[in-house]
C-alpha cells in the first residue's frame, strides 16, 4: 500500500483515481472533489476543508479525520466504507 503523509492539496480532484493508498496527516484545503473514483483507501488524521472531497471510493478506512463545514456533501456514492472517531462539521454528509 502507497503512502502519502503530511501534504497539503488543493484545486480540483488532486488525489483523483488513487488506488491502495493510505494517507496520513494530509489537507484538502479547497476545491472539489478531492478524493474521487478511487478504491481502496486509508486516511488517518486527515483535514477536509473543501467541497465533496470523498466521491465514488469503493473500499475505504476513515479513522481521526475532521470534516471541516466546506466539506459539504463530503461523503457520497461511496461503498464497503468504516469510519472511526472523526468529527463532521460539514452540511449534507452522507447520501
Do not use: Q
Not at 68 to 86: E, K, P
Amino acid at each position: 500500500m502507497k503512502k502519502i503523509k503530511g501534504k497539503s492539496f488543493g484545486g480540483e480532484r488532486p488525489l483523483f483515481g488513487l488506488a491502495d493508498v493510505h494517507l496520513e496527516d494530509i489537507e484538502i484545503v479547497d476545491g472539489e472533489s478531492g478524493i474521487k473514483f478511487c478504491h481502496d483507501v486509508e486516511a488517518d488524521h486527515c483535514r477536509f476543508y473543501g467541497k465533496y472531497p470523498w466521491w465514488h471510493v469503493d473500499g475505504a478506512l476513515i479513522e481521526d479525520c475532521y470534516f471541516a463545514l466546506g466539506s459539504r456533501s463530503a461523503i457520497w456514492y461511496t461503498n464497503d466504507l468504516v469510519m472511526r472517531r472523526c468529527r463532521i462539521d460539514g452540511p449534507k454528509f452522507f447520501r
